[in-house]
Each structure stands twice: as C-alpha cells, then as structure tokens.
C-alpha cells in the first residue's frame, strides 16, 4: 500500500520545507529542468503539492495522496489520483514521466519502472531526481529517519541500484545530472548543477525508451 498518512496529516509541514530550504529547492529544480525533454506532453509520477511540475510546465500529475493532488491542482496540474505500480494512463500516452524524490516511496521500484516505460511514447524518457542513499545527505536522513514522518517508511536508493533496474527493463541512452553540494540548512545560495554522480546528494538520472 502507498505511504500516504504522513503526507495527508503533515501537508503544511511539507510545503514549509520548501520554503526553509529554498537555495537547496532551487538546486534540485534546476538540475530536474537540464534533464527535462522538451517533447511531452508530461507526466509527474508522485507530483506532491506539484512543486516540481508547476514551475516546470508538466500537464499531468498523479499521486495517490488527496491532499497534495489539492495542492497541485491549485499550481496548474491536470492532476489524477494513483500510484506508480498503476497509472491511471494508457499506454504510449505521454512523452516523459518525473519523479521527484518518489522512488524511495514506491512499494515495488521494478512494477512502477515497468508502469513509467508502459506510458511512454516510443524514444520517451523516464526522468527520476532522488537524494542517492549513498551521499552525505542520504546518510543523514537514514540515520534520523525515525524521527522524520516523511522518511520513517522510505527506502532509499543507490545511483547504481537504478541504473540496474532501468537498464534490466531495456532502458537506454542514461544521462546524469547532479546538485546539492552542502546539506540544505548550509546552503546560502543554490548549488550548481553539473554532469554526473557521486558527489551531489540529488542526483537526476534520464533513460529513454527505444525507438520502435
């Protein structure tokens, strides 16, 4: 079942570390926005309060959380409810599918690549942000993930333990993008986004889908 208790009694909360943390939001949407294909239309998988697809120009957004699908309708996104092991969308219907710190949610991280690669268009891209488990970052929030009620039931995940499900399930051509440099309460100002992994705690990860 989708973790969802914590994201309906704790919405303000949510929505205030954005705010707390702005350098860092910053960071984390740029490197999201240099991956980003242009050829939609687009589909965020656990789109939240719509934080990322609203600046970010994405049409649809599903999540399985009615209180931050309100939120991201009220940011412009055609939004439905759902999870990712089952979107609500028929195949070859959208030209990219996001997630933004999802995957560490998801029950069954292989059903919902195999659900995203469904959706896409034939050469579409499964775009994925996440804080990589092995990071400075990662490492902070698995040791106080106890006293997170965001945290408490994530899983979180390598760079390297995604690149094998997506290459597993016949993605290809995987770019890599990466940011937050410093913890988010350090941050004076964003980071810089650039190539790669292994030295930001986000990391943006693109694979696409084959051509027929």
């Known amino acids: 079942m989708p973790t969802i208790a914590p994201f309906e009694a704790h919405t303000e909360r949510y929505e205030r570390w954005f705010e707390a943390n702005e350098h860092a939001y910053r960071s984390e949407l740029a490197a999201v926005e240099r991956l980003l ?78 659900e995203a690669r469904r959706v896409l268009r034939p050469g579409g891209a499964f775009v994925t942000g996440f804080v990589d488990r092995e990071s400075p970052l990662g490492r902070r929030y698995e040791a106080k993930r106890e006293s997170n009620p965001f945290y408490r039931d994530a899983t979180f995940r390598s760079t390297d333990e995604l690149v094998g499900a997506l290459e597993a399930l016949g993605f290809t ?7 937050v440099f410093r913890f988010p309460d350090e941050m004076t100002e964003p980071d810089p986004v650039r190539e790669g992994s292994g030295e930001g705690s986000f990391v943006v990860l693109r694979a696409r889908v084959p051509e027929a």
């Open 37 to 114: 294909p242009d050829a939609g239309p687009g589909l965020e998988v656990g789109v939240g309060s719509g934080r990322f697809a609203g600046p970010l120009g994405i049409e649809y957004g599903v999540d399985p959380s009615p209180a931050m699908l309100a939120r991201a309708r009220e940011r412009g996104v055609a939004v439905v409810r759902g999870v990712a092991e089952h979107l609500p969308f028929r195949g070859d219907a959208v030209g990219y599918a996001l997630n933004v710190t999802t995957i560490c949610f998801v029950d069954d991280v292989t059903a919902s690549l195999r």
């Open 173 to 179: 051509d995987l770019a890599f993008a990466q940011t």
